[in-house]
T-cell receptor
Framework: DGGITQSPKYLFRKEGQNVTLSCEQN?????MYWYRQDPGQGLRLIYY???????QKGDIAEGYSVSREKKESFPLTVTSAQKNPTAFYLC??????????????FGQGTRLTVV | SQQGEEDPQALSIQEGENATMNCSYK?????LQWYRQNSGRGLVHLIL?????REKHSGRLRVTLDTSKKSSSLLITASRAADTASYFC????????????FGTGTRLKVLA
């Protein structure tokens, strides 16, 4: 089955810790995205990557870091510098090219809670 | 900065009725997409309408796009209890790189 997988589903972080959220896709998509969703809110873009070994900051990149060493993988690290990390994190990918654009495919999300 | 804004924020209807949600955006776009999110889950793509299209249908879904007013609407006909979810519009645009910007969503509740 082709798809995009996020793990873990639930993650608990102590104050001052870094944690890494996994995102893997086997859709052969070039572009990948990380979004943060707070309760009752829309999605805000953290980081995105159009191609392997390249990524750009989104609207709320402070306190987060990413890497894109492989096409299939786009892990997100929530660092201790992120002061309010409790949120629902969503990873997405899409196929590049195509006249008029393409849709994004989303993982099932990781719920991060600071304890 | 979020570009899409949905209206209304919440909508409650009876099963069998139609549900209409609206989305407004601020700048020129390549396309506009609608997504559905069940509580605590990821988003599922529903429909994509390109900037040169005015209307699109998919099953019980009808989407319109008015680029002069920078707005779109999603109509769900003959709603079912299973349609209960949050619905988001996402605008896609290219400014150097291709990005999606999501709105804040409409929470739809369909009462059986």
């Amino acid at each position: 089955d082709g798809g995009i997988t996020q793990s873990p589903k639930y993650l608990f972080r102590k104050e001052g810790q870094n944690v890494t959220l996994s995102c893997e896709q086997n859709l052969n998509h070039d572009a990948m995205y990380w979004y943060r969703q707070d309760p009752g809110q829309g999605l805000r873009l953290i980081y995105y990557s159009q191609i392997v070994n390249d990524f750009q900051k989104g609207d709320i990149a402070e306190g987060y870091s990413v890497s894109r060493e492989k096409k299939e993988s786009f892990p997100l690290t929530v660092t201790s510098a992120q002061k309010n990390p409790t949120a629902f994190y969503l990873c997405a990918s899409r196929m590049t090219g195509g006249a008029g654009g393409t849709e994004a495919f989303f993982g099932q999300g990781t719920r991060l809670t600071v304890v | 900065s979020q570009q899409g804004e949905e209206d209304p924020q919440a909508l409650s209807i009876q099963e069998g009725e139609n549900a209409t949600m609206n989305c407004s955006y601020k700048t020129s776009i390549n396309n506009l997409q609608w997504y559905r999110q069940n509580s605590g889950r990821g988003l599922v793509h529903l429909i994509l309408i390109r900037s040169n299209e005015r209307e699109k249908h998919s099953g019980r879904l009808r989407v319109t796009l008015d680029t002069s007013k920078k707005s779109s609407s999603l109509l769900i006909t003959a709603s079912r209890a299973a349609d209960t979810a949050s619905y988001f519009c996402a605008t896609a645009y290219t400014s150097g790189t291709y990005k999606y910007i999501f709105g804040t969503g409409t929470r739809l509740k369909v009462l059986a």
